[in-house]
Nanobody, 113 residues
Framework: VQLQASGGGLVQPGGSLRLSCAASMNIDSINFMGWYRQASGKQRELVALVSNMGSTEYADSVKGRFTISKDNAKNTVYLQMNSLKPEDTAIYYC????????WGQGTLVTVSS
């Protein structure tokens, strides 16, 4: 599975961004797709994931602010990020789990005034 992430950038606190992750295969066949992030000096952590059945899971730190969704026709998963905080600054990685983990290249999100 090849994953192409996009949508990162610089945004002010309180702003919004939408990340996209395009997969090279039918995402209906992928057990889980999700987003992880890694801030400078910290370990990579789960942000949100969605199953092939549509169930979702979020890190406590983003609940109520971030929404993960998928468009099966476009083989793309999205992460809508609202009310961004400086502590959301990180490299965001798209992930797919199908008999193993696959990773996209990462996209940098910087939240700063």
């Amino acid at each position: 599975v090849q994953l192409q992430a996009s949508g990162g950038g610089l945004v002010q606190p309180g702003g919004s961004l939408r990340l996209s992750c395009a997969a090279s295969m039918n995402i209906d066949s992928i057990n889980f797709m999700g987003w992880y992030r890694q801030a400078s000096g910290k370990q990579r952590e789960l942000v949100a994931l969605v199953s092939n059945m549509g169930s979702t899971e979020y890190a406590d730190s983003v609940k109520g602010r971030f929404t993960i969704s998928k468009d099966n026709a476009k083989n793309t998963v999205y992460l809508q990020m609202n009310s961004l905080k400086p502590e959301d600054t990180a490299i965001y990685y798209c992930n797919a789990y199908l008999r193993g983990n696959y990773w996209g290249q990462g996209t940098l999100v910087t939240v700063s005034s």
